[in-house]
């Protein structure tokens, strides 16, 4: 063991030597490679291992820039590497109307990764400042990492996509590690793991074994969380909702086509049929249909004849759910007319039950910010911007237990899917990922269902235009699921939420953002107690 110990330092002290020779430019190139090798970790794709030579490389790279200037833009680079193969498939979206949006792709990839990149950048920074050992740097970089993370999920309406805690959604045991720490306490696992690899290459002679036992210390940590995850699905109920059977449809319609007026009429019977039509095999009847956000292209709460055919492919006593826009007035958002994008509940007598306005909006999709300053239009169709609902809200819909409805990337924000002061039983989530093709973006959309599932301690039900759409349980196990351009329905009964959820869904961030301090707090602490630092 003492000899496989020794290779790997003298490779790790080898690699090491080789970075701290690079140039700035070549470390910036290399440092924006490291980045998109990272994203190669994430859903679908979750070559997991790559986070290790990723991280320990940014690592390095920030510990032996020559300033901390220079550290500010390695990490800048990592950043703009790692979001910009993160979001490319937000390209897709503006393909739709190529001949309008097509010119904005460049803008948009490299907008995503020089903006979202400085929070690397400040990691990065935060690693350099910090003296002393490459342990310390270690820990210092999970911790800002991490911290940062929970920033980037709420800073400038927020958009935390691809936490590097979601890498293991493959492993239905370490998600569950969710239900303590959120996605975000994952992350701080995650990166400390993967960069005290690299701490193993100190050449400080007075940390001894510390980067070591930092290294064993955080992959034990793994093993623990993965060992707490199974031993909390092997007691884990799979008991139903008594008397609720869910549809739910994708109909798998082009988003160029989604809209067109000529085709309302087919794509609304195509959902009406999928909606009434025979279960499969000896299922039994569906008491509510679900269908995906706007699959309703137009304000069907003003059509009555619409809502009459949807009424009569309704189960009796049950409801169809679909979204669809809005219009309404209200002088308080200084509009006479107000347009919001909505979920809204049809009973079997065509009447409209209950109705939830999506209150996260998405920027330049739904919105477009300083518009009276910027000359764009918002990439979806129809004139002028959404109006912004109040916020979670639970609904008591017929024949089901209390939902949080969220439309879209509403899903995407830990601990902002429900109504603290009123918890849901459930969360269903109906988006319209047609927008982004067969590209990663759904994948990872599909992903955060899962993780919100595992820390809320909720089941959770989604129902996307083209897939994925699926029944998650409150363990983040997903009962059934339509696959990615695939049309059709599934049938399937409703998970019961957990009576006592995990420590996440009780606290909130304040579990995982001062584990995230306290690290960063120590690692900053302890270099200040080592007499060797890196060479500036």
């Given at each position: ?84 193969a993160s979001l490319y498939w937000v ?160 109909p798998n319609i082009p988003q160029s ?132 609902g109040p916020g979670p809200r639970t ?142």
């Open positions: 063991m003492n000899r496989v110990h020794a290779v790997i330092a003298k490779t790790l002290a080898m690699l090491l030597g080789r970075a701290k020779a690079l140039g700035p430019w070549q470390a910036r190139a290399v440092a924006f490679g490291l980045g998109v090798m990272a994203v190669f970790a994430m859903p679908p794709v979750y070559q997991i291992y790559l986070l290790v030579p990723a991280f320990s490389g940014l690592l390095w790279l920030s510990a032996y820039a020559p300033s901390r200037w220079k550290a500010f833009v390695v990490g800048w680079f990592f950043g703009a590497g790692f979001f910009a390209s897709f979206a503006l393909l739709v109307e190529a001949e309008k949006f097509a010119w904005l792709i460049p803008f948009a990839i490299v907008g995503f990764g020089v903006g979202l990149g400085l929070y690397v950048a400040l990691c990065a920074l935060a690693v350099h400042m910090t003296r002393g050992s490459l342990t310390a740097k270690a820990m210092v970089l999970a911790g800002s990492w991490a911290f940062l993370e929970w920033v980037r999920s709420w800073l400038l309406t927020g958009l935390p996509w691809n936490p590097v805690g979601s890498v293991w959604a493959f492993s239905d045991a370490v998600l569950q590690g969710a239900a303590i720490g959120g996605v975000f306490g994952l992350s701080l696992i995650t990166v400390l793991a993967a960069a005290s690899v690299g701490a193993v290459a100190d050449d400080a002679p007075k940390m001894g074994r510390a980067p070591r036992i930092l290294s064993g210390l955080a992959f034990l940590a793994l093993i623990l969380i993965w060992g707490y995850g199974d031993q909390r699905l092997a007691t884990a109920s799979d008991e139903m909702v008594p008397d609720v059977r869910l549809r739910l449809v994708q086509e989604k809209w067109r007026p000529d085709l309302r009429e087919r794509n609304m019977m195509a959902q009406i049929e999928l909606g009434s039509a025979p279960p499969h095999g000896d299922d039994p009847q569906p008491t509510h249909i679900i269908w995906a956000e706007t699959s309703a292209p137009f304000f069907i709460e003003n059509h009555a004849a619409w809502r009459r055919l949807v009424a009569a492919a309704t189960p009796p006593g049950g409801l169809t759910i679909l979204g669809a826009p809005r219009m309404f007035s209200d002088n308080t958002a200084g509009k006479l007319m107000n347009v919001a994008n909505s979920l809204m509940a049809i009973d079997e007598y065509g009447a409209v039950t209950d109705v939830y306005d999506k209150f996260h909006l998405v920027p330049f999709g739904e919105y477009v910010p300083f518009s009276d300053w910027l000359p764009l239009d918002k990439i979806t169709q129809g004139q002028g911007s959404f109006t912004p609904l008591n819909l017929k024949g089901l237990p209390p939902v949080s409805p969220l439309i879209c990337y509403e899903i995407i924000f830990p601990h902002e899917v429900s109504d603290p002061d009123q918890r849901p039983q459930w969360l269903l989530n109906i988006t319209n990922d047609a927008w982004y093709g067969k590209t990663a973006g759904p994948y990872q959309h599909f992903v955060n269902a899962r993780l919100r599932a595992v820390e809320e301690g909720l089941p959770t039900v989604r129902v996307a235009f083209t897939g994925v759409s699926g029944i998650i349980d409150a363990y983040g196990r997903v009962h059934k699921k339509l696959a990615l351009g695939e049309k059709g329905f599934i049938d399937g009964g409703l998970p019961r939420a957990i009576e006592h959820p995990g420590l996440y869904a009780r606290l909130g961030n304040v579990v995982p953002v001062s584990l995230s301090i306290i690290l960063a707090v120590l690692g900053f602490l302890l270099g200040s107690f080592t007499i060797n630092r890196p060479a500036r």
